[in-house]
């Protein structure tokens, strides 16, 4: 079975674990600058959104890419970039619609996200549940359910934290 | 480790910047923030400065743990000499620029001397530059921080800001970010302007790394979330309604000042309560509650977001007031409503929105508020005081119209930008004025909880709620029940909050955590990410040190013991409703005996052996 990131922008309240958990797993660092995932904040609106790659099955960033650094990690589904391949043309950038593989000045690789290998860490330390790593199959079930219910009162909205676990949040150097 | 050991220097007077490293000899003794800064003005600035003038120094600091995953490491203070008070002043903050300060590689910036024209700093990582701020100087903090991002073309640049009230000289306004996080009390806003200094602009992405033990930090600071969200505050209550959840709760124990602290109780309590807030309004079925939001690394997320109802009178016809914003918490929702008698939700909502659009503090303001209607309903001020307005008890539109002109620092607003005790005084009434050293209350009324009394009386910054929240105990029960209407033991209650509260606020981390941790909880996060050993007793051993060294601050400024009182009206005037019917605040049965457990003497002075205990003789 397959897993996905599963996002939930009316769970989230724009704490920013997630970008920080990114980075530490992948960089070693605490830098919301460094995260492959990313929290957007509507001020006026009063919402929150995380958002990060899809994992697309024709992945136009795979497509693009003119020296095979992309490419399909069998175990996740997940399109990884190899480093190694990578020659920083920038293409993928300009091919992804959702804008989520990115330059790095610092390596002159692109970085986008990997699923953490199977163990995506933004999900892990998201204190509300809006990013779980779900059946790639059931990520619409919640949703539906909820319009399978509607007609409640309209009352406002809050997130508390989800009891759940202690996460195992040793690192694997890679 | 964890701190990044840089301080940058900014004198204003000659415009330049200086990279300095951070002493880490008064890191290990302070910690960071609240501590580390303090220690810092304590050795650079003469305590009898003019706290407006160019001698004050001014204070951005993080602490060690601001920037990390550790549950509310976001937070960053303000600290300088308090023109309100002539006290030290350390007003802490969360939303995001703190962790965005540490991610430009900074632990402190020091602004010293004056700037010849209005300028403000633009922080990328190492790169630090004042710039003219001609552009943004008279504006609001909301109009400031769309020209700034519109100027910088940069989505992700966190800013800081004083508004209108502060460049007017409003002795409590505060430092705004993120567009309605404050450092809210005590007119560290008003120093900041005082400088000329409009607008910190900071975009940070280098990261907090250097922890000293990775793996043994994700444990701790994991194990630490799990305790926050099994709490009963902290995992429910905080989330669901904020600070706000203490409405209810606090008028039913007969503690919520009301009427300039004439009263106990306010009838209108339930119209303005976090519950109040879920509820949806007639016009449009909205509740004014949008959401819940979080501050940076905080998985908490007490936050309001609110908007208020678009006909409402207050904006009817203004449309950039229609969109969500930072709402009410309980101490704005109490000093604008139940201390001023109003108990119209969307007014209130509607001038904190002011509050944090112009940078100045509810608190201060809506007692400032309540002491001038008390005037007025005694006849001390008329309409031509007042510019026509007619400042009764109850009257949203006073409030909310005293909310405008405080904003712009325009008309009756001058006056009340003073601040009760100086507003107070000017009319000949200063005994109606509700302030410690000239610092407004917040939402506790003593007569009914006796620790907040002695809490009040001994707070380093004035009247406040923040150094040594006996409430919790009190009323809450965390860590255990006492009796609020008992004075017994309040003394080392008191103690051993405030200097709690001085290791968690000078950690990087919120002291609203301490609903659910106790140091016990935050010893393992700071020793697994700072060099050196912190336990427990090292946590307190710090907090106690940063007490006396404020306390020392205070008397160098000129203050004494005598200081350490409260007003008349709560000392011999009795709660005439509710639980706390028939009682005053006993200060006197809990005073000498703080003292004593202090190591000061009966003139509350810290005697040579306490300050050669703590490091400070």
């Not at chain 2, 939700?345 to 944090?356: G, K, P, R």
């Not at chain 2, 939402?443 to 910054?461: C, E, F, H, V, W």
Request: aromatic share 8%.
């Amino acid at each position: 079975m397959l897993r996905a990131l599963k996002l939930e922008p009316e769970k989230c309240t724009g704490c920013l674990q997630c970008e920080m958990a990114c980075s530490y797993e992948n960089e070693g660092v605490f830098n919301p600058a460094l995260s492959r995932i990313k929290v957007f904040m509507f001020h006026e609106s009063g919402s929150f959104a995380p958002y990060t790659c899809t994992q697309c099955e024709e992945a136009w960033c795979m497509h693009a890419c003119p020296v095979e650094a992309i490419v399909v990690n069998a175990a996740t589904g997940a399109k990884d970039v190899l480093t190694d391949v990578c020659v920083g043309c920038k293409v993928c950038t300009i091919a992804c619609p959702f804008g989520t593989v990115n330059y790095r000045q610092d390596t002159g690789k692109v970085m986008k996200c990997d699923l953490c290998g199977g163990d995506p860490w933004c999900a892990k330390a998201c204190p509300t549940a809006a990013i779980t790593y779900v059946d790639i199959a059931d990520t619409g079930l919640e949703r539906m359910r909820a319009w399978a219910q509607r007609g409640e009162a309209s009352t406002a909205r809050f997130n508390a934290p989800v009891p759940k676990d202690l996460q195992n949040f040793e690192r694997v150097e890679s | 480790m964890a701190w990044t050991r840089k301080v940058l220097r900014v004198n204003l007077t000659r415009g330049t910047t200086t990279v300095e490293p951070l002493n880490m000899e008064w890191a290990r003794q302070y910690l960071g923030q609240r501590g580390l800064a303090s220690k810092y003005l304590v050795e650079e600035i003469d305590p009898r400065c003019d706290a407006l003038g160019p001698d004050n120094k001014l204070i951005l600091v993080t602490g060690p743990l601001t920037g990390t995953m550790a549950s509310t490491g976001g937070r960053y203070s303000v600290v300088c000499k308090s023109p309100l008070t002539g006290t030290i002043a350390c007003s802490n903050s969360g939303g995001y620029i703190g962790a965005e300060l540490k991610n430009a590689g900074w632990d402190m910036l020091i602004f010293e001397g004056k700037s010849p024209r209005p300028v403000y700093l633009n922080i990328r990582d190492d790169k630090a530059e004042l710039l003219d701020a001609a552009e943004v100087w008279g504006k609001s903090v909301w109009e400031a921080d769309k020209i700034l991002r519109r100027k910088h073309q940069d989505p992700n640049v966190r800013i800081s800001c004083v508004g209108r009230s502060a460049e007017t000289g409003c002795l409590y306004a505060g430092v705004i970010n993120d567009l309605h996080r404050a450092a809210g009390r005590s007119g560290v806003g008003t120093v900041m302007a005082s400088k000329n200094l409009k607008a910190v602009v900071c975009r940070g992405t280098k990261g907090v790394g250097n922890i000293k033990d990775p793996l043994r930090f994700m444990q701790a600071t994991e194990t630490a979330k799990k305790v926050l969200r099994d709490n009963a505050v902290t995992g429910q209550g905080l989330p669901a309604y904020g600070t706000q959840v203490l409405m209810n709760v606090i008028n039913e124990a007969g503690a919520m000042p009301t009427y300039n602290m004439k009263e106990t109780q306010f009838p209108g309590a339930h119209k303005i309560s976090g519950e109040a807030m879920h509820e949806p309004r007639a016009s449009d079925g909205k509740p004014n509650l949008t959401t819940n939001a979080a501050c940076f690394a905080c998985t908490i997320a007490c936050g309001r977001i609110s908007s208020v109802d678009r006909g409402h009178y207050t904006i009817k016809n203004k449309p950039e007031y229609w969109g969500s914003s930072g709402g009410l918490e309980y101490e704005a929702a109490w000093a604008l409503g139940s201390d001023t008698g109003v108990d119209d939700l969307d007014a209130l909502t509607y001038a904190n929105f002011i509050c944090n659009e112009d940078g100045f503090d509810p608190i201060s303001f809506g007692s400032t508020v309540a002491a001038a209607m008390e005037l007025y309903e005694q006849g001390v001020i008329t309409n031509e005081q007042t510019g026509g307005i007619e400042f009764r008890f109850g009257s949203a539109e006073a409030l909310t119209a005293a909310a405008e002109l405080v904003a712009r620092g325009e008309g009756f607003g001058r006056d009340l930008a003073l601040g009760s005790k100086r507003f107070c005084a000017k009319f000949g009434r200063p005994e109606l004025s509700m302030t410690v050293k000239g610092q407004e209350f917040p939402a506790y009324d003593p007569r009914a909880i006796q620790g907040m009394g002695l809490a009040y009386a001994t707070s380093n910054r004035g009247a406040c709620h923040l150094r040594g929240y006996t409430v919790a105990s009190e009323i809450m029960g965390i860590p255990e029940k006492t009796d609020p209407l008992q004075t017994a033991g309040k003394p080392e209650l008191v103690k051993a909050f405030q200097d709690a509260t001085a290791a968690f606020d000078s950690a990087g981390i919120c002291v609203f955590t301490s609903f659910a941790w106790t140091l016990d909880d935050v010893a393992p996060q700071v020793d697994a990410a700072c060099e050196g050993e912190w336990t427990t007793e090292k946590l307190l051993e710090v907090g106690e040190r940063i007490w006396n060294l404020e306390r020392q601050f205070n008397l160098a400024a000129g203050l004494t013991g005598k200081d350490d009182t409260l007003p008349k009206r709560l000392l011999k005037d009795a709660a005439n409703v509710g639980p706390a019917k028939g009682h005053v605040a006993e200060l006197d049965k809990m005073l000498p005996h703080y003292y004593e457990i202090r190591g000061w003497n009966e003139q509350g002075v810290p005697m040579p052996e306490t300050l050669q205990r703590l490091g400070l003789g």
